[in-house]
């Protein structure tokens, strides 16, 4: 004899759902587009098993640096589409895989960089040499500079920590008709010292970081001293691209030291 199944229980409306009925018209279209799209939360879960460290608060530091940009409804709430989540998951990699500040990251977006697999640092080349991939860029930038509210703006830090920072060396910033402009690779390191911060890191803490990054400068510049003074153009340009080289190899070097030591700890 056949057993007839339950129905089950419909699923509580959401605050979401709630916000979407009330608005006549569109209401049937808008919630077809939502069973299409995740809100912040559902992204944290559906990025999760890849990226372990992910979090809102994450997420939203990425859409305040304009690397994103969820549709959001009259009520507030983001949604995400799957190109969205595709350009997460992008930023993601490039930030684990390739150690590429957010800088590189908006420039790699912009060229046209989402959804590609990530290159992996330290891939066998055609040659059968180790391909590295630059996780800095030595060359010049923009040339596009901050003040200090401006950077305050957008990374959210606060202003007592840029003079901890600039107390300690860690950044400089350059004087113009009595105001303080910041380059953006220094508008990239007070944005991610603000995220320290939050972790109760201050200036005098950075000092470590200050000195490790002088050595390993030095080191490189010894390696490739004379070749960098070349007055020749072509050479000059293949000892640029070999210390982009090289600091890509001494990056990676660098975090699998940290993760070795950090996997002590957690033991």
């Known amino acids: 004899m056949a057993v007839q ?90 930030q684990r895989d390739e150690f590429l500040p957010l800088r590189v990251i908006r420039q790699e977006l912009a060229a046209g960089r989402l959804g590609e697999a990530a290159p992996v640092p330290g891939r ?45 060396g860690v950044v400089k910033g350059e004087m113009r008709g009595g105001v303080r402009y910041f380059d953006e690779t220094e508008r990239e390191i007070i944005a991610a010292v603000a995220e320290l911060a939050r972790y109760g890191v201050g200036g005098r803490n950075l000092r470590v970081f200050r000195s490790s990054a002088d050595r390993e400068a030095n080191l490189l510049q010894q390696i490739l001293a004379p070749a960098l003074r070349s007055r020749n153009p072509e050479r000059r340009k293949e000892a640029v691209d070999a210390l982009e080289n090289l600091a890509a190899v001494a990056t990676h070097l660098k975090h699998l030291l940290l993760i070795r030591d950090l996997r002590k700890i957690v033991r």
Request: proline share 7%; aromatic share 6%; charged share 30%.
């Open 5 to 94: 199944a339950t129905p089950a229980e419909p699923t509580p409306p959401t605050p979401l759902d709630v916000e979407l009925a009330a608005q006549d018209p569109g209401t049937r279209a808008e919630l077809g587009k939502r069973q299409k799209s995740l809100t912040i939360g559902a992204v944290c879960k559906a990025l999760a098993q890849e990226f372990p460290d992910i979090s809102i608060s994450k997420i939203r530091y990425l859409e305040d640096q304009k690397l994103l940009t969820p549709r959001r409804t009259p009520g507030g709430y983001r949604l995400y589409t799957q190109g969205d989540v595709a350009r997460l998951r992008t930023i993601l990699r490039m």
């Open 124 to 168: 066998v080349g055609r040659d059968g040499a180790r391909a590295w991939r630059p996780s800095v860029s030595v060359r010049e930038s923009t040339g596009a500079l901050y003040s200090l509210d401006d950077v305050l703006e957008e990374t959210k830090a606060e202003a007592k920590l840029v003079r901890e920072l600039e107390e300690y």
